[in-house]
């Protein structure tokens, strides 16, 4: 399978909170996203774009206590935190195979934990922390097809 890659550098929270907004015109429901990072690393302020852009009912939080967090709106998005995840077969009890059918968005933080499970067609997302700037992100965007961003590179 062909894949497409994009860097992106952000310079703020703002700035990655717009690249989730900008991300969400590109997305289809069905769609999976899979959040890379350290800690800190900007991935539920990624997130808090893409609700945004879908016209969530709230604003999006880090679901890593209640490991699950979903956001109706124009799509609905389905947060996935598996930081506490201990085995990867426990994202499976959580009701993941239902949420893929369900014709939102998934976006899954610490998707590491649980590969195994994860579609071929996840659209895998790495955010890092600039070694100079701690409030700098440099974003690597690999998907199955190409996402029109007008940052995208």
């Known amino acids: 399978m062909k894949r497409f890659t994009c860097h992106i550098q952000t310079a703020d ?6 690249l989730g907004r ?4 590109t997305l ?45 709106g124009t799509v609905p998005l389905y947060h996935f935190d598996c930081y506490r ?9 959580l009701g993941f195979e239902e949420y893929l059918d369900m014709e939102g ?6 998707p590491q934990k ?6 071929e067609e ?8 600039s070694d100079t700037d701690n409030n700098v992100r440099l974003i690597t965007i690999d998907s199955p097809r190409e996402l029109t961003i007008d940052t995208c590179c």
Do not use: C
Not at 13 to 18: F, G, H, R
Not at 32 to 38: C, E, P, R, S
Not at 44 to 60: S, V
């Open 22 to 25: 900008k991300l969400s015109l």
């Open 122 to 129: 996840t659209i895998r997302i790495h955010l890092n922390t």
């Open 114 to 119: 649980v590969e195994a499970f994860l579609p």
């Open 28 to 72: 289809k429901p069905g769609d999976v996203l899979a959040l890379y990072g350290d800690l800190a690393a900007g991935k539920t302020t990624l997130t808090r774009g893409l609700a945004e852009g879908f016209h969530a009912n709230q604003p999006a939080t880090s679901p890593t206590f209640t490991l699950i967090n979903e956001y109706p």
């Open 13 to 18: 929270a703002d700035e990655t909170t717009a």
């Open 85 to 93: 995840i201990r085995e990867a077969r426990e994202i499976l009890f």
């Open 105 to 110: 968005i998934v976006v899954v933080e610490w």
